[in-house]
């Protein structure tokens, strides 16, 4: 299994990012996704999650309102749409792809992606 993110960089503070997590080697459907992030010191943290087949999804409060995570099964991708940025948005960002089965939880993360916001 392979989940690659791509998308981040410097950004200004008001600008926007979009993160891509490409997958492989997994029934990409079949899969909850999620984007966590983890800035330096600090525990990680869940930010966005959406279902295997789309539909309602769910924010961390500091992100409600900017963020938005979508995804295309067909395309085995999901991304986070990130607007109005802040400095305290700096973080590696991680791709996590969750299937609970059978009693058993299978669990994938990718590499991660910087994201710095700055002036």
């Known amino acids: 299994v392979h989940l690659v993110e791509s998308g981040g960089g410097l950004v200004q503070p008001g600008g926007s990012l979009r993160l891509s997590c490409a997958a492989s080697?997994?029934?990409?459907?079949?899969?909850?996704m999620s984007w966590y992030r983890q800035a330096p010191g600090k525990e990680r943290e869940l930010v966005a999650t959406i279902p295997s087949a789309g539909g309602s999804t769910n924010y961390a409060d500091s992100v409600k309102g900017r963020f938005t995570i979508s995804r295309d099964n067909a395309k085995n991708t999901v991304w986070l749409q990130m607007n109005s940025l802040k400095p305290e948005d700096t973080a590696v960002y991680l791709c996590n792809a969750v299937r609970r089965f059978l009693g058993l939880s299978y669990n994938y993360w990718g590499q991660g992606t910087q994201v710095t916001v700055s002036s």
């Open positions: 080697g997994l029934t990409f459907s079949s899969y909850e």
